[in-house]
Structure formats: C-alpha cells, structure tokens
C-alpha cells in the first residue's frame, strides 16, 4: 500500500500490473535491501539465508508458512531510534505492530519502553519484565477492569482517550490511594497521507479529544482539577505508514500551542509530549523512509522552536513507533502451491498461507514485493499474483509482482518487509493454524511463537 489511499473492497480484475511493477525488474534474484532485514542475501548457490541460516534449512526446520524474523536487525533498529533520539526522549516501541516475550525481553535490554494498548499486551509486557513504569497504556476504550491492572501495577503512564476516562481512570486511582501520571490524546485535525483507515488525527474518527472547538484544552482542565491524576503532557498520533513529515510538524506545532495555553490558564507548564508512531516503512522499492535521525532533528528542531516562540521550556519528548522497528525485520516464507497462469491475464501462484497470515493487501491495499528464495533463477520474468489458501477471491498476498516463469510446486518464496501487522493481525479464518514466529540470529533459530496446531483449535471449541 504505502502511499495508495485507495478505498478497500473488491476491485476489478485489472489487466495491467500497476504502479511500480509496470516494467518486470531487471534482476528478479537481487534482494533490495530496502525491504529485506539487514542480514538477508542470496549465496552464491542461489538460495537466500537471514542470519546465517538457508530458507531451505529454515522451512525444512519450521515448516511453512513461518515468520522469520531478524534478530540482530530488530535490536539494531530500537538502537537507532534510541540513540537518535538520546538521553532527553523516550522512544517507546508500539506493541500492537509485533508482540512476543522475547521482544520485550530484546526492547528492554536496548533501553526502549514500551506501548501496550490491551490487557494482553499489558500482560506480556508484564510476563517478560519489562518494568511497570517503562509502559504506556493506549486505547480508544479500555475495560474497568484494564485500567485497574494498569493503574495497580503502576504503569509509566495511560493515555487519556475520551472525557468518561478521565473521570474513571482518576476514580480508580483515588481507589486504589494511587495518582497516576497520565497523558491526554489529542485530535489536532491533521489530514495525514496514508490509506483512511490507519489514518487518526482528522476530526471525524474514534480516537482522541479534539483541539477544535476547545475540547482537548477542556480534558486538560478536568483532569488537572482530580486528585487521582498527575497530567504529565498532552499525546498525539496522526496516522501509520507515513512518509511526509509535513503531519508530524502541524502536530508538534498544534501540541505545543495547547501546552502554551495551558500554561496561560493554569499557570503550569506541563513536561511531556508524545508525538506517536506512524512512520513509514519500505515495502516495495518505491516507498523511501525517512532514517530514525532524521526523524529526530526535524521533530526536535519543530518543538524547539515552538517553544522557544510560545516561551515555553521545551517538554520531554517521546515517540511511538512500531512498524518502523519491526516491519522490516521479519519476511514470511511460503511455500508454492498450485500455478494457474491464465492466458493474456497473469499468473496465480498459490501459497500454503494467505488472508490469515497477512491482511493488510486486503484490508489496505497493501503492496509488498516477493522473491524465489529456495534457489535462483536465469527465467524470464512472470507476472503473477500471489494468493493464499482460503476459501475467498479477495485472498491476495501480493496483488502484482514477477517471479522466475520457471517457478514450480516446492519452491520456496518469500515475502519481506512483513514483521509489523501480520503476525499481530493473523487470523484463524478457514481454521487457518497461525503460523510461527522464528527468531534467527547469528547462525542459530528459535522458535518465540510456536505454530498453532488443531489441537489449539478444538481446546478453544468446548462443544
Ligand atoms: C497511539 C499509537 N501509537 C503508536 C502507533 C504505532 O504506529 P506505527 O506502527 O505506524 O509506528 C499506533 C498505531 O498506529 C498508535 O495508534
Ligand atoms: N494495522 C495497520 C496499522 C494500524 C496502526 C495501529 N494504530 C497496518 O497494518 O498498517
């Protein structure tokens, strides 16, 4: 998808290949190191390894379809945005993009914190150790019954979400004889440039209090006034998969302007701000994301001057991101199924997997690339497109690409650029078993999330 903001739904069966996949890639064995983990090549035999370990011994090993993911690129990734943003930020990883025990374990021993947006979430976090005061707990509707568990287990902060959770975060606190430090989520009214459904600080959506018409600066003067609260900043996400900093800008500008007014009113000079997640990754050779340092000057060089113009001391900074961590960390492997090519159209090529394992071509259009890993080929490019096994027409993996025309029953091919919302957004649809989560590091693969078996299956089915 990246930037394509087209409407999900059926779409005619197109003949051409669109976008960037107008022209067949002139080396269909090259892996862009764009969209694969930092350690993925192609050996001189032709079969592409990640972390030191061949796909064939990796599928022979997990089975298909199976996640892979890049160990050493993941940790490699929290350091870059931990070090971008330095000692004066806080970078916390969103938890919704990938979530096991081993990457809280990985994300605390890189220093990051980490964003939760469920009671499950929380609970993993918990399980694996990452400490109370390191997470952020996020969500448009949190349970009575999570805002409990967050405020008795004294997570670092929760994030404000509508004017009833003020008052019921603050009751449970008071409850609980606890204050706790919370943020309030602020709708600035920004058009991001993404697809409309991960796209979340215009007006008309679920999330957030809206700076417009004075609402947001409202939330602020309620929870000032509740014991239970200690409002610490004001939070803002605009959207996921973004490439344009133009959003992040108006944001910080927006944020900064109702913590100055704030102050005006209250006398107090709140001193956090969160400026959320939501950049881009590269999943097809087109899309060019901004490296986590820039990202960090030009957020740090906005909030700076705001503040420095509104004379305000420049507040804490934090940001969220997800996918930017663990999206390009990961690929699925599959394995070829049936060909079908259809004469003058293209060719389907089906997969062990499908819808269940990755939703988002589906749900967003999405685009991703796909290679022959298990060997290299001299072919001549075929457009296919990739499908999965379920039981609906919109099941596509890859809506178009070109794999070698010698393509076969067998051949391993892979999917990159997948770590973030797929294993997160798996379903059992068809009785699908989701698939596993493999960590490969250095030569050594372990499983973090095991294969679901039918077995899981019939324990949830109690007749
Ligand atoms: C509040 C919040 N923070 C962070 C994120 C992470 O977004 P991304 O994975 O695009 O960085 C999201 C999801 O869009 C979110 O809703
Ligand atoms: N699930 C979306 C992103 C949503 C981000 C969560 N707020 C995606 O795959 O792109």
């Given at each position: 998808?990246?930037r ?7 779409r005619?069966?197109?003949v051409?290949?669109e ?5 067949p890639?002139?080396?269909?064995n090259?892996l862009d190191?764009k969209?694969?983990?930092?350690t993925?090549?192609?050996t ?7 972390g030191g370990?061949?796909v064939t011994r990796?599928a ?7 996640y892979?993911?890049d160990?050493a690129?993941f940790?490699?990734r929290c350091?870059?945005w ?5 000692a ?5 990883y969103?938890g919704?993009?990938f979530l ?17 947006c ?6 993993t ?5 990452m ?7 996020h969500?448009?509707?949190k349970?009575?019954g999570?805002?409990e568990?967050a ?11 509508s004017?009833?959770?003020i008052v019921r975060?603050?009751?449970v606190?008071e409850?609980?004889g606890?204050r706790?430090r919370?943020q309030?989520?602020v709708?600035?009214g920004?058009e991001?440039h993404?697809h409309?459904?991960?796209a979340t600080a215009?007006?008309?959506q679920k999330f957030?209090i809206?700076?417009?018409g ?5 939330a ?8 239970g609260l200690e ?5 803002s ?6 490439f344009?900093?133009?959003g992040f800008?108006v ?6 302007q ?5 102050r005006d009113?209250?006398g107090v000079?709140?001193?956090e701000i969160d400026?959320g997640g939501?950049?881009?990754i ?9 490296e986590p340092?820039e ?8 909030v700076?001057r705001?503040c420095a113009?509104?004379?305000?001391s420049?507040?804490?900074i934090s940001v969220?991101p ?5 999206g390009?960390?990961a690929f699925?492997l599959?394995?070829?199924g049936t060909?079908?090519?259809?004469d ?7 997969v062990?997997g499908?819808m269940s394992?990755?939703i ?10 796909v290679?022959?890993v298990s060997?290299?080929?001299d072919a001549?490019p075929m457009?296919v497109?990739?499908?999965g096994?379920?039981?609906?027409s919109g ?6 690409a070109?794999l070698?025309a010698d ?9 990159p650029?997948t770590?973030?919302?797929?294993r997160s957004?798996?379903s059992?649809y068809?009785h699908?078993l989701?698939?596993?989560?493999v ?8 499983v973090?999330v095991?294969r679901?078996t039918?077995e899981d299956l019939l ?5």
């Amino acid at each position: 998808m990246s930037r394509s903001a087209h409407p999900a739904g059926p779409r005619h069966a197109d003949v051409l290949p669109e976008g960037h996949y107008a022209a067949p890639p002139t080396d269909l064995n090259a892996l862009d190191a764009k969209v694969w983990s930092r350690t993925a090549t192609r050996t001189a035999e032709g079969v592409v390894r990640m972390g030191g370990i061949e796909v064939t011994r990796l599928a022979e090993e997990f089975g298909t379809p199976a996640y892979f993911v890049d160990e050493a690129d993941f940790r490699a990734r929290c350091r870059a945005w931990r070090d971008a943003f330095g000692a004066d930020a806080d970078v916390f990883y969103a938890g919704k993009a990938f979530l096991s025990r081993a990457v809280v374990r990985w994300l605390h021993e890189e220093g990051l914190n980490l964003d939760v947006c469920s009671g499950g979430e929380l609970a993993t976090a918990l399980a694996a150790g990452m400490p109370a005061e390191r997470i952020a707990f996020h969500g448009n509707n949190k349970t009575e019954g999570e805002i409990e568990r967050a405020v008795e287990v004294g997570v670092g902060r929760i994030v404000l979400d509508s004017f009833q959770e003020i008052v019921r975060v603050a009751h449970v606190a008071e409850r609980l004889g606890k204050r706790q430090r919370v943020q309030i989520r602020v709708t600035v009214g920004v058009e991001a440039h993404t697809h409309e459904f991960i796209a979340t600080a215009h007006e008309d959506q679920k999330f957030g209090i809206a700076l417009a018409g004075g609402q947001a600066a409202e939330a602020v003067r309620r929870a000032l006034k509740l014991d239970g609260l200690e409002l610490i900043g004001i939070h803002s996400h605009i959207g996921s998969q973004i490439f344009d900093m133009a959003g992040f800008e108006v944001s910080a500008r927006r944020v900064v302007q109702l913590l100055a007014e704030v102050r005006d009113e209250h006398g107090v000079e709140l001193p956090e701000i969160d400026l959320g997640g939501g950049l881009g990754i590269a999943y097809t050779s087109d899309d060019d994301p901004r490296e986590p340092h820039e990202i960090a000057a030009a957020l740090n060089e906005i909030v700076g001057r705001e503040c420095a113009a509104a004379k305000l001391s420049t507040p804490r900074i934090s940001v969220e991101p997800g996918r930017a961590i663990v999206g390009p960390t990961a690929f699925t492997l599959y394995e070829v199924g049936t060909i079908k090519p259809l004469d003058g159209l293209r060719t389907y090529v089906s997969v062990d997997g499908g819808m269940s394992d990755n939703i988002r071509t589906a749900l967003y259009d999405a685009e991703y690339t796909v290679a022959l890993v298990s060997r290299s080929s001299d072919a001549e490019p075929m457009l296919v497109r990739v499908v999965g096994k379920h039981c609906e027409s919109g099941d596509i993996v890859v809506r178009d690409a070109f794999l070698p025309a010698d393509l076969a029953p067998g051949d391993l091919i892979a999917v990159p650029a997948t770590g973030a919302y797929c294993r997160s957004m798996a379903s059992n649809y068809n009785h699908a078993l989701r698939p596993p989560v493999v960590a490969v590091d250095d030569g050594a693969a372990r499983v973090i999330v095991r294969r679901e078996t039918e077995e899981d299956l019939l324990r949830l089915d109690v007749g």
